[in-house]
């Protein structure tokens, strides 16, 4: 039997979803990032048993560092949140290839959990691995695969969310 969500969950999760870059002064306690590690470590992955390393990142010495390795205009986006997080891959030779698929993969669970609890995500991806790795990493055992700043978003200070196109412009089925 097929399990479908009802309406309200697909606008939280995808219609009403956005980027936020924009965040209010609300803080996100331990409890909520507990909870949001506990629906991430249980969603479908492609059967690597090394889940994602997170780093939540709330101190604002430890955001200025990571910002460094963001491009200058993205820097306010990640600085300001309550809560930055770097997602991060395992880094061993036998599972390499799948480990750095896998890492998007997470970073797409993380923003749905995020979403499903009422949080707001700012993801990034263009942004210098070395500088994060170097410092938030330096044992090397990780490596990391996306930033994404999360919190409580201020819809009127951001920016609307882009048109997307529709199913003929994108699909096709065979």
């Keep these: 039997m097929p399990r479908i969500v009802n309406d309200a969950a697909l606008d939280t999760l995808f219609r009403a979803a956005r980027s936020h870059y924009v965040w209010l002064a609300r803080p996100v306690s331990d409890t909520m990032l507990r909870a949001l590690w506990e629906l991430i470590k249980r969603a479908p992955t492609s059967g690597i048993p090394r889940p994602a390393h997170l780093l939540f990142i709330r101190s604002d010495e430890a955001k200025a560092r990571l910002t460094e390795a963001l491009p200058e205009a993205a820097r306010p986006g990640l600085a300001t949140a309550p809560v930055a997080a770097v997602v991060g891959r395992p880094l061993d030779r ?39 790795d170097a410092d938030f990493f330096p044992d090397g055992a990780v490596a990391s695969t996306a930033l994404c700043a999360i919190g409580y978003g201020d819809p009127p200070r951001s920016a609307p969310q882009p048109p997307r196109p529709g199913f003929d412009e994108t699909c096709t089925i065979l």
Excluded: K, S, Y
Aim: proline share 3%; aromatic share 8%.
């Design 94 to 132: 036998e599972h390499a290839a799948a480990a750095m698929r896998e890492g998007g993969l997470q970073t797409a669970c993380l923003i749905l959990a995020a979403r499903a609890l009422g949080l707001d995500c700012g993801p990034f991806w263009d942004f210098d691995n070395r500088i994060v």
